[in-house]
């Protein structure tokens, strides 16, 4: 594929807001995770929670989306000089030419979830929406993509993508179509998805979910701690002879088509999506520096990833999870480990693994649970969601072109 | 912006009363109305056990998912899709909310993976043994504008043939008061880089597309994913073009040759 420019990018988690947070807290190996203290009864588990997002209600003209997840959409946006790369942006090719293409799992599902715990019976015994929350578009998806389109002003196609965990990886892949394919110049992509009581207590349902921090290919990993997230990067085609310093240089997706909920046994389709994006960079498995691991810590998931990467990469690789430190943000994964692999790019830093001490003797030596610090060309970062939908993206520093 | 076209090779179609293109093109064509019509969709991939279970919004994608296929003559598992939904289950989405309010840990593992909105494409891929790229997508009003944009840059980029999947269901609950979306109503295209079949040629323009005022489009025009209506009373019109609406003012301009 045509390489793309990277403009921008950012990233608000559990341990900070913007990049010079995660920066520092994977250099420091300071985690975000702590007791869950999400809702009224909140289940014996650990999360990484986004600070501050009661007391950061949105400006006014934008009142209409509000609701926690929206909340973090524009603190995460406000990072790192976004909103001004945006403006060049428009400056140069029309807001018309700009697409917004922006991944999330459940959206704002937490203001429906808001909406019936709080409904009141009316006279005639019928429960009603509390007038707050009479608002069709935060009861939707696309909450996320109507927001962000009317918080930046960008006109171009404006599409929410919830393929579960993977979504926020996806939106760079579906915005390199669009730009390739001459409907847009360039696009704003990321993700964002917030603590609600779909997940916690959908994945303590499945059984997925750990008591403790999660310990990602640890031998006793028991399962998953969640966390919430938003990301962006700003993505534009390179100019004639352009080797910009960061890019965008290959995705690959696929499915499973095995189960909706666990992975396929072999890690087929984790395999088909590395090696589609390897191909489309043009590159060999050995030039990857970094690969940002899915790795979300439940017992099935890490094995099975660790044994297809073992499969395709060189001893030589370093791959980490860093679920450890913010949680499995769900759809806002594919964006926020998109980041720490374009930090690894930028700074040399190669995040290993947090809370993790016993190896797993069925990982590959591939698993790095320590910090390293190299200068790399190219990273990865490999994102899986239910229903075994799967993308891998390829990073590169413009000197690796 | 470069204009993208598309073959349309195959369609499904699926709504309460008309429940194949066949009969939805009949009905536009002359108002009328299949007898005996079957009061839910049929999605012959699942095994029967997972059919009887099936949530309504996947029992619809894969019923017109199949239907577009086989009649482009495709295998399902060649073919990379995208699924378009304003909504996903708005019934799943009740049940959610519903059990949360009332007792939390009581929430279904099987219903809490079922409402991913990528859950019709994992099952049709799961169901097809497909292991080529799905993806499920939202963008209100525009759902299906953005959905057709996606699979028609797809054929620019890399595929020769892509599944596109369109249904909305009905809003239940304390969800429904709010959230309006009536009865079950799904499409399917494969659209192909050429062969035989109507030519799409698609540009995004400024303004808002004219309400779609057919007789599908009138008939379903209380389901969410009514805007996709335009296209499906072109196409059984034979009619020159049609316009979706895209979001932000912007319309999605179809020219359709070859009808």
Request: contains cysteine.
């Amino acid at each position: 594929m045509p390489a793309l420019a990277i403009r921008a990018y950012t990233a608000t988690t559990a341990v900070g807001r913007g990049r010079d947070a995660q920066a520092d807290a994977l250099a420091t190996r300071r985690g975000g995770l702590r007791r869950n203290d999400f809702g009224a009864a909140p289940l014996p588990t650990w999360i990484g929670r986004v600070d501050g997002l009661e007391d950061s209600p949105l400006p006014a003209h934008l009142a209409g989306w509000e609701c926690r997840n929206n909340r973090l959409a524009w603190l995460a946006l406000q990072q790192d000089g976004v909103p001004a790369v945006l403006d060049a942006l428009v400056a140069r090719h029309g807001a018309e030419r700009i697409a917004l293409v922006v991944g999330t799992s459940t959206s704002s599902i937490g203001a429906s979830e808001e909406g019936y715990a709080r409904a009141a019976a009316t006279p005639d015994g019928t429960l009603r929406m509390p007038e707050d929350l009479q608002r069709p578009i935060v009861h939707t998806p696309h909450s996320l993509g109507d927001f962000l389109q009317h918080a930046t002003g960008l006109r171009g196609p404006c599409v929410t993508v919830a393929t579960a965990c993977s979504s926020s990886a996806k939106v760079f892949a579906q915005a390199a179509r669009l730009i390739q394919a001459g409907v847009a110049d360039a696009a704003l992509v990321g993700g964002v998805d917030t603590l609600c009581g779909s997940v916690l207590f959908g994945f303590n349902a499945l059984g997925l979910v750990s008591a403790e921090p999660c310990r990602p290919f640890d031998a006793t990993r028991d399962g998953l701690s969640l966390g919430e997230a938003g990301g962006f990067a700003v993505l534009e085609g390179l100019a004639p002879g352009e080797d910009a310093p960061l890019q965008l240089r290959g995705y690959g997706e696929s499915s499973d088509a095995h189960h909706m909920s666990a992975p396929h046994p072999h890690g087929l389709g984790a395999t088909l999506a590395m090696r589609d994006a390897l191909a489309r960079a043009g590159i060999d498995a050995a030039q990857v520096g970094y690969l940002n691991l899915h790795g979300t810590s439940t017992p099935a998931n890490d094995a099975i990833e660790a044994r297809a990467v073992a499969a395709l990469f060189p001893d030589t690789l370093h791959a980490s999870s860093t679920k450890g430190w913010t949680g499995h943000t769900l759809g806002a994964a594919g964006i926020v480990e998109s980041v720490f692999a374009l930090l690894a790019l930028e700074h040399g830093l190669l995040p290993g693994i947090l809370n993790s001490a016993t190896p797993d003797p069925g990982c590959g030596p591939q698993i790095r649970f320590d910090n390293a610090r190299r200068d790399i060309a190219f990273a990865m970062n490999n994102s899986f969601g239910f229903g075994g939908n799967n993308c891998s993206l390829v990073f590169g520093t413009g000197a690796a072109a | 912006m470069s204009t993208l076209s598309a073959t349309v090779a195959g369609i499904g179609f699926w709504s309460d009363g008309l429940p194949d293109w066949a009969a939805a093109r009949a009905f536009a064509r002359d108002g009328g109305l299949p007898a005996n019509a079957p009061a839910k969709p049929s999605p012959h991939l699942l095994a029967p056990n997972e059919r009887r279970r099936a949530p309504p919004s996947v029992a619809v994608a894969l019923d017109v998912a199949l239907a577009a296929c086989q009649g482009a003559g495709r295998d399902p598992a060649s073919l990379p899709s995208v699924f378009a939904s304003t909504h996903g289950d708005l019934g799943i989405t009740d049940y959610m909310c519903a059990t949360l309010a009332d007792t939390p840990t009581d929430i279904s593992p099987t219903k809490f993976h079922n409402s991913v909105h990528n859950a019709a494409a994992g099952y049709w891929t799961i169901g097809s043994g497909c292991m080529r790229t799905t993806t499920a997508i939202s963008a209100y009003r525009a759902t299906f504008a953005q959905g057709l944009l996606e699979a028609m840059t797809q054929l620019a980029t890399d595929a020769d043939a892509v599944l596109l999947v369109a249904y909305d269901t009905t809003a239940t609950g304390l969800l429904g008061t709010v959230t309006h979306s009536e009865g079950l109503l799904g499409a399917a295209l494969v659209l192909a880089r050429d062969g035989a079949g109507p030519r799409l040629s698609a540009t995004l323009r400024d303004g808002d597309a004219p309400v779609a005022d057919g007789p599908l489009a009138r008939r379903l025009q209380a389901n969410a994913m009514a805007p996709m209506l335009a296209l499906f009373d072109a196409l059984a019109a034979g009619a020159a073009s049609a316009s979706l609406p895209a979001g932000a003012h912007r319309q999605l301009a179809l020219d359709i040759a070859g009808v």
